[in-house]
């Protein structure tokens, strides 16, 4: 996906979009699943910069939706993990605002 650039990091981000649905209507996804989804494209440094350089609106969406599943308990999240995302969520808002 990552060599489709712009439209890769949209791709990925409707996947993650539809996770968040599943889970949200029919209680399908586990927590690691969720942590996995943060861990490797949200807090993982190389993959939050090549989001910000090809698509940084689809990393914002995904750590969006990643915070709103916590904070529906849809998600199981520690709160180091959360803070995490938080940050990574605010400085993409930052890219975005530049």
Do not use: Q
């Amino acid at each position: 996906m990552k060599r489709h650039g712009y439209k890769g990091a949209g791709d990925m981000m409707k996947r993650i979009v539809n996770m968040f649905g599943w889970e949200a209507t029919a209680d399908a996804v586990k927590d690691w699943i969720f942590e996995e989804v943060a861990e490797k494209y949200v807090l993982d440094e190389k993959m939050g910069e090549w989001f910000k350089e090809n698509n940084p609106h689809a990393i914002e969406e995904i750590a969006r939706r990643l915070l709103e599943a916590y904070r529906r308990g849809l998600w199981d999240a520690s709160e180091e993990i959360v803070e995490k995302i938080e940050e990574a969520y605010f400085d993409v808002e930052g890219v975005l605002e530049d």
